[in-house]
């Protein structure tokens, strides 16, 4: 199993990647780091990785990551975002989900625009 360790602030947190394409590509550009972007409860940034939808949705779970292909940008999802509708997670144009965060998502609460994020390949088993 693949997991990566995504560092922003104080927060660690680790995620597990899928077996996708999209996943493929992130795997292979780490390590990456951005300047976080927050948009309800998410977080995304830009990353060098230029792909397609691949069963893209627009509704996703928490503590999904998905790849963002008109914006190129790797998103965190840990609630609702301004696109929602109740309580359901919905991005703001169909993303590519390739992983998920292992534990609590919601420990990204306290990002901030400009927040610097951190995402490499874990040493954990």
Known sequence: ??????RAG???AIAKLGATHTADAVWEALPISGSART?????YFSIP??????????????GDLGYWPTGNAFC???????ASKGAEIRAASPVNVFGR??????????MHDGDKVIVDRSEEP
Do not use: K
Request: glycine share 6%; proline share 7%.
């Open 49 to 62: 990785v230029y792909l397609q939808e691949e069963n893209a949705q627009a509704t996703v779970s928490l």
């Open 76 to 82: 965190i999802f840990f609630g609702p975002t301004p």
């Open 1 to 6: 199993m693949r997991q990566i360790v995504i």
């Open 101 to 110: 965060v292992l534990g609590d998502p919601r420990a990204f609460e306290d």
């Open 10 to 12: 104080d927060v660690q």
């Open 39 to 43: 948009w309800g409860s998410e977080i």
